[in-house]
């Protein structure tokens, strides 16, 4: 009998920015040092939101097949890895291509390196490192069975749509019951946004359009508000 | 074993005509050059024919598979881009572009600096390999060719033997003396090299566990294992005729040919390709030049600029050659691949976010 | 004992804190390690399980540690970072004395006769108790325990208190009066069977990252999430409500819930009669606290609270969770009560999924508490003017009750008697109150005063900078022991290597130090298990009873969960089962908290709320993650976050550094925009010193019962930064990022 399939799980909802996976990363030896997760502040002038970033394994790899190198295979379990060092000659094809924003250059020793599911771990029956030490279970590493167990309110999908291109990948992401694909559809977003913190507003707006419950009772009392003291100012560029 | 069943999958049945049409000229001119250079066959040498087989076989190969290759659109794209760059008026001025070629090659390819910062063991492995195998080809092909040739001279007051190359006397050199014994010996001065280079990245392959983990054999073995094998029966032959005189000599003979036979043939599937691909990456030095001063791409969710502008246009294209379309719905927006990573991940973020239609379960 | 000799610059050139991101063995390929030890994480009261990987006696890296029940391998980036502290440049390796000029190397027999030599000097000049010691609970139980006793015997002071002054403590003063126990009453695995889930003031997400699995476990199945910050935090953001409360007003907003719930008759009667104490006077003292008249103080919607209490009131099963947010005040103890009265009046507790307790912040916060480590306390949580426990301690110690000193004076207390010339000697370990002490300029001025201070410490942190004696100590991972987690769990805490160069183990140094103050005959123990079962006998009969717990049976059960009165008992995950408290009539006490102002509220003159907090990048005082550089990297220095609307009206900008005033001092930082706080309210973080101390600008006042500080409430003003102001904190930026050796 052969062990039941494990898969990989991505709930953005649950990440709380704390970086546990990113450290973790570290750890994998064909990349020891350096990270390959990443998680990303959202939105920082509205709220705490994170989110994390592994790579997603397409079915179809817009990176592989953007190389013009040929380094990027994809092995018999699906798993898409980083560029072979001999071949790889640096270009960021893949880094530019990549639907998720996964694959990274290492200009240093001329070689993409990417999330490969920690290959030294799961081919020895072992969890991935970010999602056995991730605290939330934004990562996780089970059974099909047994995150429809644990999380019944969600299901998981691999169907995302890009614009007008759909990407099947590996890796499932958590959405409600009424979703199928996930659809990232940036124009809309982007009409004449002109940098995060506009993004930002224009997103707000579509919140506001489209509901959350009770706006009015969530936001604090109003408060009598100090005197501006106008001055010089720094900016802390190092931030 | 995957990669070599895909590769021979080239040749069962998927073979690409203009492909076989480009290496079957290039092998004719080889051909052509072998017959030529040799003088009509004159220079050669017929206990070499072995050899010259395999290395046309080889090189048809290896002229189909780089022919291949470019047709893929990334591929051709830089190719293209590559050579236009180079050859831009604009980098010609002060001599940039040579100066560019110049940088390039001695970094990249001769030097390798980068593969002293994946480690220095490597680095040494590598270089040793790499020279080795270039000495002995250096040698070997000239040879089996018959582009090179060595006749008796003269024997008073010394002896000394006439190197022709291409059928023209160049050179009369003492039997005696260090520099002959180089030439003489240059087989086993590169068994040398690839010896313990190999030695260095056999240890690496098997007590690394990053190394370990995703290794395979026919891919990172196999190669190894052929040059290993050529080294040491090369090594071998030296050794029962300079010492042992002729002990077993013509059985080894046999054998190391063979396995030359072997590594040639080997040279156009697996990881040794990558010596004929890898001066791809000087066009990389020229797209990355070529785009310095000039605006890049700007990211239109979080501003950074992320690559070069070209980049983004010649990548566009290029995944439109591949079906993929990442155009923006409307049409008038930018590309999804003309957001940059950060960006494109904060805005799947959010878009999950949406589709969870902000709320929380 | 004065200033600073040379500058701070030069303490930290060669002390630090420098950072470095590189394991022992470098981030080439990994050597394969001789052992795995099974072990926790040092930070905070999760103590999470984890593997030590150690090859030569190093530990070179870490495993997950899959099979302890609590985190099942899950960390936050401080416990799968914490292995590069371990042999880290800056550690201390041998005994340091001051000179003009610094430090100097010493041996220990010279750093010890100096020691001894001080200590009675100071003693017989001004008498026992002006030699104190403080101490801190990352240390292990046993530690904790002999901390007591060294203090008690060997030094024969009663000044002996902790840092846990600044952070459990009026949890503890709330429990004792409600329940006449000072623990969490439930394992955390109650958590997930609970409906409602209401954490007050506390920023799980980045305060205990490994707890927020248990809530969504709860949401999995259905569980409703309340969360009462001031703001946004990770956990507030996806909660189903998040009350945004004014810092300083939890009491009210408690006092209006459980007017709700009575209006609303939301109330377990059969528990209140029967098993409560104190119903009708509670009752009557909320009649009038009407969700308007909290929402006035709390600056919250009445609407909001009405819909809690709707959330909280009639669910089937719930779990009250609380941390420093409500419990760093004036009145943090009346805070905890209030919410107490919530669990308490719906009579959900003691049954499965019906859960109550204080998050504990720090690594061993809730073992080191209950041992003796305290001012008033004696082991097994037993109170030190309480005849009966005294006679019983001054038996298992061998001692008469004349040589026992009487309840001492708490932290603050300690720094303010050391300011009007009263203690001259102080003791510190696993302290770095220039960090974490309410005002710390007034914590600077205390130390500088000081006829003489000794730092035990492996790093040199700020406050040891100002000792005459620093004695290099030992880390979490070279030492065996016992902590007792944030739920009441005793586990097992491994040593993995030995301390490096001269250093040595903390248990060494106190008894050493004991042999020499003349005391050896007290602390004669072969190892640390002796030291244990020593306290199992403390305990007995105290309400924190670990006689039944043996090293054994922790490293076999996987933790056992106090009290445990015997060998054969199994331990109690959760208390109250019988619905019996642990006071002698057996009822749980209501108490009435009405609602009264912090000790500072803004005015005219400072019109912004300041509150203080913690980033899931850093531990305590930082003296171990402001070493790792992925930690400071992510959280480099302070910041401060402010909303939009205050931005505005005050006309600075994202990134803009400004300085905040309070009336003690001044603090300057860049700001962070973000509409994730309350607009009358701003946030620095505080793990760092000197200049870059939050708590330079706030208060120490005390609660009254617990002695806790008020750190969450302060009043400021905040300006534009001088250009001097910004230079300085550029500069201290980048200083925090200097790496070993650069």
């Known amino acids: 009998m052969s062990a039941p399939v494990k898969e990989f799980f991505i709930d953005f909802q649950r990440c709380i920015g704390c970086n546990a996976c990113v450290a973790g990363c570290s750890e994998c030896h064909t990349h020891r040092g350096k990270p390959m997760v990443s998680v990303d502040k959202v939105d920082p002038a509205h709220s705490a939101q994170t989110a994390p970033m592994v790579c997603m394994h397409c079915k179809e790899p817009t990176c592989a097949l953007s190389c013009p190198a040929d380094a990027i295979k994809m092995d018999e379990n699906g798993i898409v890895h980083s560029s072979l060092k001999p071949r790889c000659i640096a270009c960021r094809n893949c880094e530019i291509a990549c639907p998720f924003g996964v694959p990274k250059i290492s200009e240093e020793i001329q070689q993409m390196q990417k999330c490969d599911m920690c290959f030294d771990r799961t081919s020895a029956g072992k969890k991935p490192m970010c999602t056995t030490v991730c605290p939330t279970g934004a990562l996780f590493y089970g059974t099909m069975e047994e995150m429809k167990r644990l999380r019944p309110h969600s299901k998981p999908i691999n169907k995302w749509r890009f614009g007008k291109q759909v990407i099947e990948t590996k890796l499932w992401v958590m959405v409600p019951h009424d979703v199928d694909e996930v659809v990232v559809d940036w124009p809309e977003l982007l009409n004449g946004a002109s940098g995060p913190i506009d993004l930002a507003v224009k997103l707000k707006e579509y919140f506001e359009k489209h509901g959350v419950p009770d706006p009015e009772i969530r936001e604090p009392l109003p408060e009598s508000m100090p005197e501006a003291r106008p001055d010089e100012t720094e900016e802390a560029e190092f931030l | 074993m995957r990669e070599l069943a895909d590769t021979l999958r080239y040749f069962a049945g998927q ?295 070209m980049q983004t246009d010649d990548l566009k294209e290029v995944l439109g050659e591949l079906d993929f379309d990442y155009s923006a719905p409307d049409g008038k927006g930018p590309a999804w691949n003309e957001v940059s990573p950060r960006g494109k991940r904060i805005l799947i973020a959010r878009a999950h976010s949406i589709a969870r239609k902000h709320k929380f379960d | 004992m004065a200033t600073l000799p040379i500058p701070e610059e030069k303490y930290i050139q060669e002390f630090g804190p420098h950072v470095t991101d590189t394991p022992v063995t470098g981030w080439t390929a990994k050597p394969e390690p001789d052992k795995l030890v099974k072990t926790h994480c040092c930070f905070c ?232 104490k104190g119903w009708e006077e509670l009752k009557k003292s909320v009649e009038d606290c009407t969700p308007e008249w909290a929402g006035e103080i709390c600056g919250v919607h009445p609407e909001l609270i009405r819909k809690v209490a709707a959330e909280w009131g009639p669910a089937k099963t719930s779990f009250l969770l609380h941390a420093r947010g409500i419990e760093q005040h004036t009145k943090g103890v009346d805070n905890v009560l209030s919410l107490i009265n919530l669990v308490l009046t719906t009579g959900r507790i003691g049954r499965e999924g019906c859960g109550y307790g204080t998050i504990t912040g720090q690594g061993n916060g809730q073992g080191g508490r209950e041992h003796g480590h305290k001012c008033d306390q004696l082991p097994g949580n037993r109170d030190i003017e309480n005849p009966a426990h005294r006679e019983y301690i001054c038996k298992v110690w061998g001692i008469t009750d004349e040589e026992l000193p009487r309840k001492g004076m708490s932290t603050v207390e300690i720094f303010k008697a050391v300011h009007d010339d009263e203690i001259a000697g102080m003791l510190t370990i696993c302290f770095n109150p220039l960090v974490s002490h309410p005002n710390t300029n007034f914590a600077r001025a205390c130390l500088e005063k000081l006829d003489f201070l000794v730092s035990i410490d492996f790093f040199m942190n700020e406050t040891a900078r100002y000792a005459d004696v620093v004695l290099p100590g030992s880390l979490h991972e070279e030492e065996e022991g016992t902590v007792t987690s944030a739920e009441g769990r005793v586990i097992r805490v491994r040593q993995a290597i030995t301390p490096p160069g001269n250093a040595k183990r903390d248990t060494e140094i106190l008894l050493e130090l004991a042999r020499r103050l003349g005391k050896e005959k007290y602390f004669s123990y072969n190892d640390n298990e002796e030291i244990f079962n020593e306290l199992r006998v403390a305990s007995k009969g105290g309400t924190a009873d670990y006689s039944g717990i043996t090293w054994k049976r922790i490293e076999e059960e996987m933790g056992v969960f106090w009290p445990c009165p015997e060998e054969g008992h199994p331990g109690t995950p959760r208390l109250f089962e019988d619905r019996k408290s642990f006071h002698p009539d057996g009822k749980f006490h209501m108490h009435t908290t009405p609602y009264r102002k912090s000790h500072e509220v803004p005015d005219a003159e400072y019109p912004i709320y300041y509150t203080t907090g913690r980033s899931v990048f850093h531990y305590l005082s930082g003296t171990q993650t402001r070493r790792i550089k992925f930690l400071v990297e992510q959280a480099t220095g302070p910041i401060c976050e402010m909303h939009p609307k205050l931005a505005e009206r005050l006309g600075y900008k994202h990134r803009q550094i400004v300085t905040i005033e309070t009336r003690r001092g001044k603090l300057s930082v860049p700001l962070q925009i973000t509409e994730a706080i309350r607009p009358d309210t701003v946030f620095v973080p505080y793990h760092w010193a000197e200049r870059l101390s939050a708590n330079q600008l706030t208060v120490d006042a005390l609660d009254p019962v617990s002695k806790m500080p008020e750190f969450k409430v302060a009043a400021c003003r905040i300006r534009a930064a001088t250009k001097e102001e910004a230079a300085q904190l550029r500069k201290d930026y980048s200083t925090l990022l200097q790496e070993a050796g650069a």
């Open chain 3, 45 to 276: 009261g999760m103590q999470c399980g984890i593997q030590l990987a150690v090859k030569d006696n190093q530990v070179i890296g870490y495993e997950p540690w899959e099979d302890f029940p609590f985190n099942e391998g899950r960390l936050c980036p401080k416990g799968v970072k914490r292995y590069m502290q371990t042999h880290h440049p800056d550690r201390l390796t041998d005994p340091l004395i001051r000179t003009e000029n610094g430090f100097r190397k010493a041996t220990w027999e010279e750093a010890f006769d100096l020691i001894v030599r001080k200590i009675r000097e100071i003693q017989e000049r001004k008498g026992k108790d002006a030699f104190s010691m403080l101490s801190g609970v990352s240390l292990t139980n046993e530690k904790s325990y002999l901390i007591g006793k060294f203090a008690r015997i060997a030094l024969n002071t009663a000044n002996l208190d902790y840092n846990g002054r600044f952070c459990m403590v009026s949890a503890g003063g709330g429990n004792k009066k409600a329940f006449g126990v000072d623990r969490a009453a439930n394992s955390w695995a109650d958590i997930p069977k609970a409906d409602v889930i209401y954490v007050a003031g506390s920023n799980v997400s980045e305060c205990f990252p490994t707890l927020i699995h248990y809530i969504w476990a709860a949401r999995d199945r259905g569980a409703k999430l309340i969360v009462a910050d001031p703001r946004e935090t990770p956990i507030a953001r996806t909660a189903d409500y998040h009350i945004p409360v004014r810092p300083g007003t939890d009491s009210a907003l408690n006092q209006a819930l459980l007017h709700e719930l009575i209006r609303n008759d939301w109330i377990d009667h059969e528990f209140v009669e029967n098993n409560c």
């Open chain 2, 15 to 309: 073979l690409h005509w203009p492909s076989v049409r480009n290496a079957s000229l290039l092998t004719a001119l080889l051909v052509l050059a072998i017959v030529v250079g040799s003088r009509n066959l004159q220079n050669f040498d017929a206990a070499l024919v072995g050899y010259t087989y395999a290395c046309v076989a080889a090189a048809f190969a290896v002229f189909y598979r780089y022919s291949v290759w470019l047709t893929k659109p990334p591929t051709k794209k830089f190719w293209r881009r590559g050579w236009q760059l180079c050859f831009q008026p604009a980098l010609w001025k002060n001599l940039r572009s040579p100066r560019i070629l110049g940088e390039a090659v001695t970094r990249k390819l001769v030097v390798q600096d980068f593969v002293w910062r994946r480690s220095p063991a490597r680095w040494l492995g590598h270089m040793l390999i790499a020279a080795g195998c270039l000495l002995a080809f250096a040698i070997t092909f000239p040879l089996v060719f018959g582009w090179i040739h060595f006749e008796m001279g003269a024997v008073e007051p010394d002896h000394t033997y006439i190197v022709s190359v291409f059928g023209f006397h160049v050179h009369e050199l003492p039997l005696a003396g260090f520099f002959s014994w180089l030439v003489f010996h240059g087989l086993v001065v590169a068994s040398f090299m690839v010896i313990p280079g190999v030695m260095i990245v056999m240890y690496r392959r098997m007590m690394e566990e990053g190394a370990t983990a995703v290794q395979r054999f026919s891919r990172d073995f196999l190669p190894l294992i052929l040059l290993f094998v050529v080294s040491f029966s090369g090594l071998l032959l030296w050794v029962s005729y300079e010492y042992l005189e002729g002990y077993f000599f013509t059985a080894l003979a046999q054998f190391h040919a063979w396995s030359v036979i072997a590594l040639l043939l080997y040279l156009p599937f697996g990881k040794l390709f990558h010596i004929f691909q890898r001066p791809a990456s000087l066009g990389v030095s020229y797209y990355k030049a070529a785009n310095a001063d000039k605006d890049p791409a700007r990211c239109p969710v979080t501003g950074e600029a992320f690559a070069p502008k």
